[in-house]
């Protein structure tokens, strides 16, 4: 089962997050030499970026994190729909050749996640598994994540690091995402569960072993494969938890 973290506010979840990304990433640097961050778009992580730009940005050696995007919308790269640039502009920027990291989300998206899968194929391990240390995942308020969307086949993807989408149900259309495959190899994974909105998938999630929202089923892939999942909720998104 994921271990599941309570907080008061946003503010608080972004402040755990940024305190426990820091020493995840500073222990696999310790451990393998490197460590490879699958970040997350949408707007629940972006207060961590900044806590850890402004307070933890000196305990973590930049130069040997890879970072990777969880999912990324088809738009130019100035485009403020852009979850690299989100992140880019209050954390990346102050990392030395993070940009050469980005995906060529200004290409069509079927082009874009061909040339991010051959970017990642670099990181894998002898058996193509994607190494990855640490991920950060949102959730949307259908169960969504990444851009793997409820009563979709993509979640099913298993033989492709990276995929396109063409026909988001969330704007804006086009996009690539990770699939499960690019988690199977994850070793610390932080969900962000921050908003009232999104209660009761939450409560579906933890409530329900079997439940098949994607950030449930993506939840429990990880942890079958050996990865430690951790819910981040602040109060509004711990609403509808049965054990309150
Ligand atoms: C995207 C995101 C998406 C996001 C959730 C939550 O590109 O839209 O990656 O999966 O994580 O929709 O979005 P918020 O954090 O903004 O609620």
Same mark, same amino acid.
């Given at each position: 089962m994921p271990t599941v973290e309570r907080f008061d506010t946003k503010a608080d979840v972004a402040e755990a997050a940024a305190r426990g990304i820091t020493?995840?990433?500073? *222990?696999?640097?310790?451990?393998? $030499?490197?460590?490879?961050?699958?970040?997350a778009g949408g707007t629940s992580p972006t207060d961590a970026y900044t806590v850890i730009a402004e307070k933890y940005f000196s305990e973590v050696d930049w130069s040997k994190v890879t970072f990777i995007i969880g999912d990324e919308r088809c738009v130019p790269?100035?485009?403020?729909d852009s979850n690299w640039l989100q992140a880019h502009n209050r954390l990346l920027h102050l990392v030395a050749g993070s940009s &050469?990291?980005?995906?060529?989300?200004?290409?069509?998206a079927d082009e874009a996640a061909d040339a991010y899968s051959a970017l990642?194929?670099?990181?894998?391990?002898? &058996?193509g598994r994607l190494e990855?240390?640490? *991920?950060?995942?949102?959730?949307? =308020?259908? $169960?969504?994540?990444? &851009?793997l969307f409820p009563g979709r086949s993509e979640i099913g993807v298993l033989d492709r690091l990276v995929i396109p989408i063409y026909d &988001?149900?969330?704007?804006?259309?086009?996009?690539?995402?990770?699939?499960?495959?690019?988690?199977?190899?994850?070793r610390d994974t932080t969900i962000f569960g921050v908003g $009232?909105?999104?209660a009761d998938v939450i409560a579906?999630?933890? $409530?329900? =072993?079997?439940?098949?929202l994607p950030i449930a089923v993506t939840s429990r892939f990880i942890e079958s494969n050996g990865g430690a999942v951790t819910w981040l909720l602040d109060d509004a998104g711990a609403s509808k938890l049965a054990h309150r």
């Amino acid at each position: 089962m994921p271990t599941v973290e309570r907080f008061d506010t946003k503010a608080d979840v972004a402040e755990a997050a940024a305190r426990g990304i820091t020493s995840q990433l500073s *222990a696999a640097i310790e451990r393998r $030499g490197e460590a490879t961050w699958v970040i997350a778009g949408g707007t629940s992580p972006t207060d961590a970026y900044t806590v850890i730009a402004e307070k933890y940005f000196s305990e973590v050696d930049w130069s040997k994190v890879t970072f990777i995007i969880g999912d990324e919308r088809c738009v130019p790269d100035d485009d403020p729909d852009s979850n690299w640039l989100q992140a880019h502009n209050r954390l990346l920027h102050l990392v030395a050749g993070s940009s &050469s990291q980005r995906p060529p989300t200004s290409k069509p998206a079927d082009e874009a996640a061909d040339a991010y899968s051959a970017l990642l194929k670099t990181k894998t391990d002898p &058996s193509g598994r994607l190494e990855v240390d640490v *991920a950060w995942l949102g959730l949307g =308020e259908d $169960g969504h994540t990444l &851009s793997l969307f409820p009563g979709r086949s993509e979640i099913g993807v298993l033989d492709r690091l990276v995929i396109p989408i063409y026909d &988001s149900p969330k704007p804006p259309p086009s996009r690539i995402t990770l699939t499960l495959s690019a988690l199977k190899n994850a070793r610390d994974t932080t969900i962000f569960g921050v908003g $009232g909105g999104k209660a009761d998938v939450i409560a579906t999630a933890l $409530g329900d =072993e079997q439940a098949d929202l994607p950030i449930a089923v993506t939840s429990r892939f990880i942890e079958s494969n050996g990865g430690a999942v951790t819910w981040l909720l602040d109060d509004a998104g711990a609403s509808k938890l049965a054990h309150r």
